[in-house]
């Protein structure tokens, strides 16, 4: 049974910082492409970044430069490193597990990150 499992969201001020993880379990982590999208009411969700197998990253424009995603492929989670939050980054942050040869796609239950003062 494989589980994507997000945690560590909340409320941050503007400007502050907030570490997302993603633990994923019933899958050979290691060959998945992982990545955190955010969605707000009445939109699509959209990427925030990516991280391949490989280690290569890509990251939405809005979040360059302040957003860090990284990989511990020993303890099957995925991070993402918030930082200079900014009230336009409230969102349901969502995990995905992507294995790009066979297609299976899974995705975690969402974690609210909420930047207000």
């Known amino acids: 049974q494989v589980q994507v499992v997000e945690s560590g969201g909340g409320l941050v001020q503007p400007g502050g910082s907030l570490r997302l993880s993603c633990a994923a379990s019933?899958?050979?982590?290691?060959?998945?492409?992982m990545g955190w999208y955010r969605q707000v009411p009445g939109k699509q969700r959209e990427l925030v970044a990516l991280?391949?197998?490989?280690?290569?990253?890509n990251y939405a424009d809005s979040v360059k430069g302040r957003f860090t995603i990284s990989r511990d492929n020993a303890k099957n989670t995925v991070y993402l490193q918030m930082d200079s939050l900014k009230p336009e980054d409230t969102a349901v942050y969502y995990c995905n597990a992507n294995a790009v040869r066979t297609g299976h796609s899974y995705w975690g239950q969402g974690t609210q990150v909420t930047t207000s003062s």
């Open positions: 991280i391949t197998s490989g280690g290569r990253t």
């Open positions: 019933g899958i050979t982590f290691g060959i998945y492409e």
